[in-house]
């Protein structure tokens, strides 16, 4: 049983280009949530997908954005990147039916992204 | 606003001791759930333990329980018997009430368990 794995584990970029990750949830899970963890801090929410649409959104300004596909799978795109964007983005899934009981978010690996 | 604090930055903590680490939580929710996930060096994310804020009982699982503290607005990690293996960034995090699953995490606690 997979679990849920991103693409591709590390990233260089510039400063101003566009960049995405990709994200395929643990099977069985329909709810795909990004997060951003800058090096020493907790992870921040970025978005979360469902049936193909933005559910829920945090802090974070519209050059993030996102896409879920119909087998649930999700990309994460930053446009215009900025030296801040430098950080670990984290994918988890979930269970819709899950997200008020004890069942966790599984978490990918990680896309290690650095912008020069 | 929901607000997750852990207060220990770092901690050392020899083979085969128990070890706490404290996270105390903020929320005017009427209902939210408390994770406990460790994070090797290699990055992902292993969860570990969940308490519900209507659990009767402190949650356990296998050598981590959590010291629930309803009141006082805290939900300690106890991890007995440390291992080596246990040497890694603990975060604690909360799942509001109406959040969809959302998780609000911590900024972590590193633990170095040492021989």
């Known amino acids: 049983d997979a679990g849920v794995t991103q693409s591709p584990t590390h990233l260089i970029k510039t400063r101003g280009q566009q960049v995405t990750l990709r994200c395929s949830p643990k099977s069985g899970h329909d709810t795909v949530s990004w997060y951003q963890q800058a090096l020493g801090q907790g992870p921040q929410f970025i978005f979360q997908?469902?049936?193909?649409?933005?559910?829920q959104r945090g802090n974070f300004p519209d050059r993030f954005s996102g896409h879920q596909f119909p087998n649930y799978s999700s990309e994460l795109n930053v446009n215009a990147l900025l030296l801040g964007d430098s950080a670990l983005y984290l994918c988890?899934?979930?269970?819709?039916?899950?997200?008020?009981?004890?069942?966790?978010?599984?978490f990918g690996d990680g896309t290690r992204l650095s912008i020069l | 606003a929901q607000k997750i604090t852990q207060t220990q930055p770092g901690m050392f903590v020899q083979e085969k001791e128990a070890v706490t680490l404290d996270c105390t939580y903020d929320t005017s929710d009427p209902s939210y759930g408390l994770f406990w996930y460790k994070q090797p060096s290699s990055g992902e994310m292993i969860f570990l333990i969940y308490q519900g804020s209507y659990d009767q009982q402190n949650a356990t699982e296998g050598r981590y329980s959590l010291n629930f503290q309803k009141a006082r607005k805290s939900a300690n990690l106890v991890i007995s018997a440390s291992q080596l293996g246990d040497s890694a960034m603990y975060f604690c995090a909360m799942r509001g009430f109406d959040s969809w699953g959302k998780l609000q995490f911590g900024a972590g606690t590193q633990v170095v368990v040492t021989p």
């Open positions: 997908y469902y049936e193909e649409e933005e559910r």
């Open positions: 988890a899934s979930s269970l819709s039916t899950g997200v008020y009981s004890n069942q966790p978010q599984h």
